[in-house]
């Protein structure tokens, strides 16, 4: 029944969006998109449903909790309200936008972990198809493929011919930013699980690695659009920017920054929160071990315990 009402009123703020666009606050979207929309709403229901229906020893606690709703909260903000216009009219506010998309959002859906929660709280019709279409995807999970996949999706768009038809054809627009957030979820959720080897089917390193690694093609993309001196994205003097004191140059350096920046320091924390779950995972196996009668242990863990 929640399902039917939240449906109801995506269908409401669409018809407001066709018919009243101009008299839409700044929170509600510029371009409506009901995939992204309804979306939003229904995984923040499935996600609260389902951790009130999990037992509590394998209920996401409140960290987790807030790093999912932030991350569909950022979803929701940079496509389904105002600022999408914004991001239309320069460059470094597209740059956030993506940023966002590929890799703040994801990044905290990987953190917060939902899947078990998010089973729990969808419908059983929702599980098996989810299901049935990640099945003949699942080799797009191995870290290589995973990381291929989101150098692909952040990147492509990024060369300035992609880049400016994209920006000016609303249908390949939406195939960008949601091919972001695609190829970023994929890609976090695989670095970011925070399971031993097995159930996953990688060990703990070998996702370290693909966080770490995968930061150096985007500090190169990021510092090249910084530090060049050609005006690489023409679109946004064609459409006019939305702050003309803000030159060209100075745009596409600030672009070039938001792209070089964030992603390098969160593929760093990346790292960190990666070895610490392997240190967490060694902690409980310890914890866990009941040495034989008689039997002495020198061998110390990396950890120090």
Same mark, same amino acid.
């Given at each position: 029944?929640?399902?039917?009402?939240?449906?109801?009123?995506?269908?409401?703020?669409?018809?407001?969006?066709?018919?009243?666009?101009?008299? @839409?606050?700044?929170?509600?979207?510029?371009?409506?998109?009901?995939?992204?929309?309804?979306?939003?709403?229904?995984?923040?229901?499935?996600?609260?449903?389902?951790?009130?229906?999990?037992?509590?020893?394998?209920?996401?606690?409140?960290?987790?909790?807030?790093?999912?709703?932030?991350?569909?909260?950022?979803?929701?903000?940079?496509? $389904?309200?105002?600022?999408?216009?914004?991001?239309?009219?320069?460059?470094? @506010?597209?740059?956030?936008?993506?940023?966002? @998309?590929?890799?703040?959002?994801?990044?905290?859906?990987?953190?917060?972990?939902?899947?078990?929660?998010?089973?729990?709280?969808?419908?059983?019709?929702?599980?098996?198809?989810?299901?049935?279409?990640?099945?003949?995807?699942?080799? @797009?999970?191995?870290?290589?493929?995973?990381?291929?996949?989101?150098?692909?999706?952040?990147?492509?768009?990024?060369?300035?011919?992609?880049?400016?038809?994209?920006?000016?054809?609303?249908?390949?627009?939406?195939?960008?930013?949601?091919?972001?957030?695609?190829?970023?979820?994929?890609?976090?959720?695989?670095?970011?699980?925070?399971?031993?080897?097995?159930?996953?089917?990688?060990?703990?390193?070998?996702?370290?690695?693909?966080?770490?690694?995968?930061?150096?093609?985007?500090?190169?993309?990021?510092?090249?659009?910084?530090?060049?001196?050609?005006?690489?994205?023409?679109?946004?003097?064609?459409?006019?920017?939305?702050?003309?004191?803000?030159?060209?140059?100075?745009? $596409?350096?600030?672009?070039?920054?938001?792209?070089?920046?964030?992603?390098?320091?969160?593929?760093?924390?990346?790292?960190?929160?990666?070895?610490?779950?392997?240190?967490?995972?060694?902690?409980?196996?310890?914890?866990?071990?009941?040495?034989?009668?008689?039997?002495?242990?020198?061998?110390?863990?990396?950890?120090?315990?």
């Amino acid at each position: 029944m929640a399902e039917l009402w939240l449906l109801a009123l995506t269908a409401l703020v669409g018809g407001l969006c066709h018919f009243v666009p101009a008299q @839409l606050p700044f929170l509600l979207p510029f371009v409506f998109n009901p995939v992204v929309f309804a979306g939003c709403l229904l995984l923040g229901l499935w996600f609260w449903r389902g951790q009130r229906r999990l037992p509590s020893e394998t209920r996401p606690g409140p960290v987790r909790q807030s790093f999912f709703y932030a991350g569909v909260i950022g979803v929701w903000f940079v496509l $389904q309200t105002h600022f999408e216009y914004i991001a239309q009219h320069m460059f470094f @506010l597209n740059r956030t936008q993506a940023v966002v @998309l590929g890799m703040i959002a994801p990044f905290c859906a990987g953190i917060s972990w939902p899947g078990e929660a998010l089973g729990a709280g969808s419908p059983n019709w929702v599980n098996r198809r989810a299901m049935a279409a990640w099945r003949p995807l699942r080799f @797009l999970a191995h870290p290589v493929a995973a990381m291929a996949v989101f150098l692909f999706t952040t990147d492509i768009w990024l060369l300035p011919p992609v880049h400016f038809d994209a920006m000016i054809d609303p249908a390949l627009y939406a195939v960008m930013n949601l091919s972001c957030l695609a190829g970023g979820v994929l890609f976090w959720m695989v670095v970011l699980d925070p399971r031993p080897s097995p159930p996953c089917r990688y060990s703990y390193l070998t996702r370290a690695g693909a966080g770490f690694f995968v930061m150096f093609p985007q500090i190169a993309v990021g510092a090249y659009i910084a530090l060049t001196t050609k005006d690489l994205f023409s679109f946004y003097e064609l459409c006019g920017r939305l702050f003309p004191s803000i030159s060209p140059a100075q745009d $596409q350096l600030l672009g070039g920054l938001i792209q070089w920046i964030p992603p390098g320091m969160m593929n760093v924390a990346a790292l960190i929160i990666t070895l610490n779950a392997l240190r967490l995972s060694e902690m409980k196996v310890d914890q866990a071990f009941v040495p034989p009668e008689g039997a002495k242990v020198y061998e110390a863990k990396w950890t120090g315990r």
